[in-house]
């Protein structure tokens, strides 16, 4: 009985080494082959501009194709579940953006948890959101616009993009920071919130800096603040709105590239000493950051942390605001 146990401890051992070597020389010969970035979002959006420009310089430092494939819907559940359920080899990564943690706070029933379900790879950066009004209503910062929403409890009216949307998250988060009530008016996406706020049929959005500051610019719509713990490069005359009042507000819609759970250490670090470079590279931070873009890498240990952090802020306010989704 003795010696078929040690047989068999041995076999065990001798699978285990020949498991660690062979990912150890996977991860060595890593890529082979076209890599698949998996953009949880329809075409054209900020996430899937990203995405390209990303894969593009991915493709110059690891010598292989990267390829960009849409998997939209669901809040960007159903493209997040595919790379969930990937084989961990490097071969299938992820670009979420703020979203996906605003998504499982919101969805009951999804086929992956965020913080098991994959490996965080690094931060990429975030396109800062604002708050934005209609010129003709009575207020030229944060402060008056709140002073306005509490002697008209529930009469200013609040655009966001739909239900459970980051746009709706924020002005849920910034209703309750600022102690106040305002009608939200849900849309489906920016395109169709725009024709109404310029026509002043909803006076209040939070939406992309790439958006609005065109209309901001050209005086179509006022600019009252700026999501996020920094001013923007370029138009530092705007305040954060925690410099406008309401200290500590950040809501960033971070993007961060992820790749299943169980993909081999050495690959997630080559990966992230490549998107290291890719978001220093001065041509891609002028290319995205004219758009409103700020990039920014991190370790895979300080995305998990932000993860973490960003699913307990919005289950906070998914809760207290009672959000549902469409």
Do not use: C
């Amino acid at each position: 009985m003795g010696k078929k146990i040690v047989r068999l401890v041995t076999l065990v051992l001798s699978m285990f080494v020949l498991a660690t070597s062979g990912n150890v020389v996977m991860a060595q010969q890593y890529p082979i082959k076209p890599i698949k970035l998996i953009v949880p979002f329809p075409p054209a959006g900020a996430t899937d501009v990203m995405g390209r420009a990303i894969a593009q310089k991915l493709s110059e430092g690891l010598g292989q194709t990267v390829l960009v494939e849409n998997q939209p819907g669901a809040g960007s559940t159903i493209g997040t579940d595919l790379v969930a359920k990937a084989t961990p080899d490097g071969y299938t990564l992820l670009l979420a953006s703020g979203s996906l943690a605003i998504a499982v706070n919101l969805y009951s029933k999804l086929g992956f948890d965020m913080m098991k379900s994959f490996a965080p790879v690094s931060l990429v950066g975030h396109v800062p959101h604002m708050l934005v009004v209609h010129p003709s209503v009575p207020a030229n910062s944060v402060k008056e616009l709140i002073a306005l929403a509490k002697a008209k409890p529930g009469q200013l009216t609040a655009a966001s993009q739909g239900n459970g949307t980051p746009s709706h998250l924020e002005l849920e988060l910034f209703m309750t920071a600022a102690g106040i009530n305002m009608l939200h008016v849900p849309y489906k996406g920016s395109n169709n919130v725009m024709p109404d706020l310029l026509a002043g049929n909803v006076s209040v959005f939070f939406d992309s800096v790439p958006s609005s500051m065109p209309l901001v610019r050209n005086g179509k719509l006022k600019a009252l603040g700026v999501v996020g713990d920094k001013r923007l490069p370029t138009s530092p005359n705007i305040p954060t709105l925690a410099e406008a009042g309401l200290p500590g507000f950040d809501a960033k819609n971070r993007f961060a590239l992820l790749a299943p759970a169980g993909t081999p250490k050495e690959i997630v670090q080559l990966l992230n000493t490549q998107m290291a470079k890719v978001v220093a590279a001065p041509d891609l931070v002028a290319r995205l950051g004219s758009q409103g873009a700020i990039l920014e890498a991190s370790t895979p240990e300080q995305l998990a942390a932000m993860m973490k952090t960003d699913v307990a802020k919005w289950a906070r306010v998914v809760k207290d605001a009672n959000v549902r989704a469409n």
